[in-house]
Structures are given as structure tokens and as C-alpha cells.
């Protein structure tokens, strides 16, 4: 007579038991994953999903429409009186600046490597401002140009006149600004430079020298292509920044005096104002101007000789 084929009651709890742990081990994982998850979802494609929606959107009424693309190109048609012409105005000032500077911190950054007289304090004036909190930078900065500051003391002394007062004047104020950027911009692309150059094996450097290389051909026909990975990501970075290029407004001057850029304006639009539907209508304008940009430089890079090796 068989017998039937009965498991064992302990074999049917270490299964229970196993089935228990990978569920609450699963549980875990995705309780863990939970909260990136729900980030992405909410700040990510909710946020990127309403931006193309909101433009449609009048806020007023709530009504779907173009209102606000009509808005915009109303106040572009307005010329020189347009707000958002001088802001687009400012905002390229600032961004020719951080794109000049560039080639200025690679010129720096190569003599420094050469260990110039005084490198050191060089080195000292363009890297401080990245380890001081920009509020000091900005308080400092501005009793430096303010009325019986240090500088309108010293111009006193040596013509007898006063100096106009930088910050508070407009068509002075965004060039006092775009001055003060440039100086505490240098740091970061100081320290990039220098680090790609301290690579360079020095028998590159020495068998340049044997062949009677000069300071400039070393310095765009041998360093630069050695390093030339770091100099395209940075001028790439910068070029596609075009629109988002602006100083310490917020710090500054509040936008007054002829400063307000495109990123101060869609703060004071969004945060101060409220008007999410006319931020998001001029920022889908903005993503349609930028990806064009975007594109022909990423093609043109793609063009330049490939990352040299050693």
C-alpha cells in the first residue's frame, strides 16, 4: 500500500519563513527607493511636464490660450523701451564677460606655471574669492566703490575729483558688476587650467624648448591641444549658458540701476510677482532659442582633433 506523499509541517515554515524575509527584504528596497523615486517624479516630470503646459495657460482666468505668447511679443515689439530686451541685454554682457574670461584665466594659468615672479599672490588674489561667502564679497565690493570709500578717497587724492558712484548710476552700475564677476570667476577656471597643465610630462615641455619653441607656440600649439578635452567642456559650458549668465543682482542692486538680467527678471516674476504662466511661456522661448545653439556647438566640437593621450 503507498504511502501518501505528506511535507513535513517544519519543511512548510521554512517557507513561510523564507517567503516573509524576501518580502519584507523587497519592502525594504523600495521603501528605500520610495523617496528618489517620488523626487523624480514630482521635481522632474511634474515640473518639466507643466512648463510646456502653463505657457497655454492664462493665469488670470485659467482659460487655455495664447495670451501670454502675445504678451511677450508685445513687450519684445516695444524696442528700446522693452523689459525684456534690457535684460536680454545685460544678460549677454555678462555672458560675453564669462566667456572672454576663459581665455584670460588659460593665458594666467600658463604663466603661473612658469612660476612668474609673484605667482604666488597671483594666485592668492583669484582663488580667494571661491573660499569667502559672496556675501562678504558683495559687502566688501561695494564699500570699495561707495561714496568716501577707499577708492573715491585715493582718486581724490591723486586728481582732486570725486568718482562717479559705480554701483548706483545707471549705464555704470552692470559694468561695476560685470567687473566684480570677472574677478571672483577666475578662481574655478584658474584652478581647472592649472591642474590640466600640472599633466603635462615635462620632457613634452623640455623637448619644446630644444626645438625652439616660443612662449606663445608652446602656449596655443602644444599645451593647448594637450589639454584641449578641458578648454572645449569649459567653452562649451559656457556657450550654452548664454541665457542663464548673470551676477549677484539679487545682492547687488535688486535689478535697479539698469541691472536686471533674464535670471533676476524670472525671479522676480516667479517669486515676488507669482506669474508662473509668463516665466514658463518666456522660458519655452528661451529652450527653443538655446537647443539650436546647443546643437552647432556640440557638432563643431565634434570636429576638433581628438584627446591626445599620455
Keep these: 500500500m503507498d504511502t501518501p506523499n505528506i511535507k513535513p509541517a517544519s ?7 523564507q517567503l516573509k524575509e524576501k518580502i519584507s527584504t523587497n519592502l525594504f528596497a523600495y521603501s528605500l527607493l520610495g523617496v528618489p523615486l517620488l523626487h523624480f517624479i514630482v521635481f522632474y516630470i511634474y515640473v518639466n511636464a507643466s512648463s510646456f503646459v502653463l505657457p497655454f495657460i492664462e493665469q488670470a482666468t485659467g482659460k487655455i490660450g495664447t495670451a501670454n505668447f502675445r504678451f511677450f511679443f508685445n513687450d519684445l515689439a516695444q524696442g528700446a523701451n522693452s523689459e525684456l530686451l534690457q535684460n536680454l541685454k545685460n544678460t549677454l554682457i555678462f555672458f560675453l564677460s564669462n566667456f572672454i574670461m576663459n ?9 603661473i606655471s612658469k612660476k612668474i615672479f609673484g605667482y604666488k ?32 578717497g585715493f582718486w581724490l587724492e591723486l586728481t582732486g575729483n570725486k568718482i562717479p558712484y559705480f554701483l548706483y ?3 555704470l552700475a552692470v559694468w561695476a558688476i560685470v567687473a566684480y564677476t ?17 599633466r603635462i610630462p615635462e620632457s613634452v615641455l623640455e623637448y619644446s624648448k630644444i626645438d625652439g619653441c616660443g612662449t606663445i607656440r608652446e602656449m596655443f600649439q602644444i599645451i593647448m591641444p594637450i589639454i584641449w578635452p578641458t578648454v572645449s567642456i569649459m567653452m562649451l559650458l559656457s556657450i550654452i549658458g548664454i541665457f542663464g549668465a548673470d551676477g549677484p543682482i539679487i545682492l547687488f542692486s535688486g535689478g535697479m540701476y539698469g541691472t536686471s538680467t533674464i535670471g533676476y527678471w524670472m525671479y522676480q516674476t516667479v517669486i515676488l510677482n507669482g506669474k508662473y504662466n509668463f516665466a514658463a511661456t518666456f522660458g519655452s522661448m528661451l529652450t527653443l532659442a538655446t537647443v539650436p545653439i546647443f546643437l552647432t556647438v556640440r557638432w563643431l566640437f565634434k570636429k576638433m582633433p581628438e584627446e591626445i593621450t599620455f
Design 121 to 152: 599672490i597671483f594666485k592668492v588674489i583669484f582663488v580667494l574669492p571661491m573660499i569667502v561667502s559672496s556675501v562678504v564679497l558683495v559687502a566688501i565690493y561695494k564699500n570699495l566703490l561707495s561714496a568716501g570709500g577707499p577708492l573715491e
Design 182 to 198: 570677472i574677478w571672483t570667476g577666475f578662481g574655478m577656471n584658474l584652478i581647472l587650467f592649472s591642474g590640466a597643465m600640472a
Design 169 to 171: 548710476t545707471d549705464g
Design 103 to 111: 581665455p584670460l584665466a588659460y593665458i594666467l594659468a600658463y604663466f
Design 11 to 17: 519543511v512548510s515554515r521554512n517557507k513561510t519563513n
